[in-house]
């Protein structure tokens, strides 16, 4: 355990000295929000890499691999890449024009004041259940480590909530003190450091498997036996068809009729329509409507570099999951092979492997990764949340005189204020995980932001696709017509009453029903989009 110790001590050390640098000469929002403008394209690629794989990707994903045994959550990339494009070279380009740093600084250009603050709240609150939810994935090695090293079988609820809340706080309180020294700055390049972390130990651990796998065969050995495990149906009886590892697409498609395949279209999470147009809409609402992930993109030096990064990222999206999916699958014939029975709970398979079975030193360095992608989600989640409350509320309803050093010290007891939250709603969801040993880690990260998304994203695209629709009340109305919808589909589902609509779809009948509403109305005041 002292070669782990000292890899993670030396990454908490580096992070630090980073936050520290990076805090230097800062004397304004943007030059704590956006870095003054001047981050490299490259970084900023890193930055969203590395906040996009959160410890909800980082267990979850090997999760599905060990689960599905193939590679079907990876047609989600197609979306993803179809989205950034998207936003890349259509969303960036008004944010830019008007020099925003809290994106719904457009929607009061486009629309009016009240629809800016009304999407402004929308995003505060969804961000907060949304990184908070994330956060407690990142106690889940913690816990284990816990029992682990005191030699108990498993904790008891009461200890498991407790070493969650101390967890959760640790990491909470690490994140914010380099947050709020460096910025964006700080966030970006440690950034960095997280993805390079992250990227050797991922790829460590896929080595260590493979040749533990091997034994004293040959690689063509190893891959039979690779292929024979995951194909075998009765080691899953959900499965009735063979597990080919490179099975990609599935088309959702029964042969049952019509409507059986409508139905199996919109029930069916991993499918090539979900991929199509369900994460589409996830990937345009999260990368073109979150503060989150455009803060990054503004900092760029231009537009072409902000779109350069998101493009690139969307390319590298879909090798990157394989890269984790196929690490969940050779976790599941590591297991088969050595004899072992993995944990009853879906959301412990990972994090168990790393702490009971990877020798020492990637064991640090996986953990080290772990941390740094919880930590890495959240420092920018953090800065998000600073900086919209900062430019939307407190300039621009409390203090619209503020100077730039009230408005520097205000955006930091932000960032405190909104760490306080996010170790709360993190508490909150570990206790529920606690209480429901059942709960997935992919569904709930992902499906969370469907509920609200939907309604921001049909309000952008409103102002983005029309010059004469849309106004200040017909927005607010379009936007809470878009949660109830979505909300009651759910509720709906969740009793019976219709087939239960799968998450990707959430954000697009979101994102319709609000901008068919929001069009129903016309605007007060025409305002074009630049390039229009």
């Known amino acids: 355990m002292q070669t782990d110790l000292f890899v993670i001590l030396a990454y908490f050390c580096a992070i630090f000295s980073i936050g520290l640098y990076a805090g230097r000469r800062q004397d304004s929002l ?86 800016r603050r009304f999407a402004s709240a929308v995003f505060l609150i969804s961000r907060v259940l949304a990184s908070g939810t994330r956060l407690f994935f990142a ?36 994140t914010t003190i380099y947050t ?36 004293d065969g040959s690689f063509r050995e190893a891959w039979n036996v690779i292929v024979a495990t995951i194909s075998d149906t009765s080691q899953n009886p959900c499965h009735h068809a063979p597990l080919l590892p490179w099975r990609i697409f ?51 030096r231009s537009r072409s570099t902000g779109s350069r990064a998101v493009i690139i990222s ?54 080290a990764a772990l941390l740094a992608t919880a930590m890495g989600s959240l420092s920018t989640a953090l800065n998000a949340l600073a900086t919209t409350a900062t430019r939307d509320w407190y300039r621009g309803v409390w203090r619209p005189d503020a100077s730039e050093a009230q408005t520097l010290r205000a955006a930091r007891l932000f960032t405190v204020g909104f760490a306080l939250l996010l170790i709360l709603v993190g508490s909150a969801t570990a206790w529920y995980s606690v209480m429901d040993p059942t709960i997935r880690i992919l569904p709930i990260a992902l499906g969370i932001f469907g509920y609200t998304y939907g309604s921001l994203l049909g309000i952008f695209l409103l102002g983005m696709l029309t010059r004469r629709r849309g106004c200040d009340c017909g927005n607010i109305l379009a936007m809470i017509v878009g949660f109830v919808a979505v909300i009651t589909l759910e509720l709906l589902g969740r009793h019976g009453v219709i087939p239960p609509i799968a998450f990707p779809w959430r954000v697009t009948i979101g994102t319709i029903v609000t901008f068919c509403t929001g069009a129903a109305f016309a605007s007060h005041t025409c305002r074009s989009l630049p390039g229009k």
């Open 180 to 215: 709020t020294l460096g910025g964006l700055k700080a966030v970006v390049w440690t950034d960095v450091l997280q993805a390079c972390i992250l990227a050797v130990s991922v790829v460590s651990t896929i080595i260590f498997l493979f040749v533990s796998i091997m034994g």
């Open 314 to 367: 969307g390319v590298l999206d879909m090798p990157i999951v394989m890269v984790f999916l196929a690490c969940g699958m050779l976790v599941f014939v590591f297991y088969q092979v050595q004899g072992i029975s993995p944990p009853a709970r879906a959301i412990e398979i990972f994090p168990s492997f790393i702490i009971h079975y990877l020798p020492a030193g990637l064991r640090g360095l996986l953990i």
């Open 30 to 115: 943007e030059s704590y929000a956006l870095g003054s403008r001047s981050l490299p394209w490259w970084a900023i690629l890193a930055s969203i890499i590395a906040a996009e794989i959160s410890a909800a990707s980082f267990l979850g994903t090997p999760g599905e691999g060990f689960v599905l045994r193939n590679f079907t959550y990876v047609q989600l990339g197609i979306g993803t890449l179809l989205g950034r494009i998207i936003v890349g070279k259509f969303f960036l380009r008004p944010f830019y024009h008007y020099r925003v740093v809290s994106i719904y600084e457009y929607l009061e250009k486009r629309f009016g004041v009240l629809t």
């Open 250 to 300: 599935d088309s959702g498609i029964t042969g049952e009729g019509f409507a059986a395949d409508i139905r199996s279209i919109l029930t069916g999470e991993y499918t090539i329509w979900s991929a199509i147009l369900g994460a589409t809409f996830i990937t345009m609402a999260t990368m073109g409507t979150d503060q989150d992930m455009v803060q990054r993109m503004l900092a760029a």
């Open 139 to 174: 106690g889940i090695l913690l816990v284990i480590a816990y029992c682990f090293l005191t030699g108990s079988e498993s904790a008891s609820e009461h200890e498991t909530v407790l070493i969650y809340f101390a967890a959760l706080t640790f990491i909470t309180i690490v």
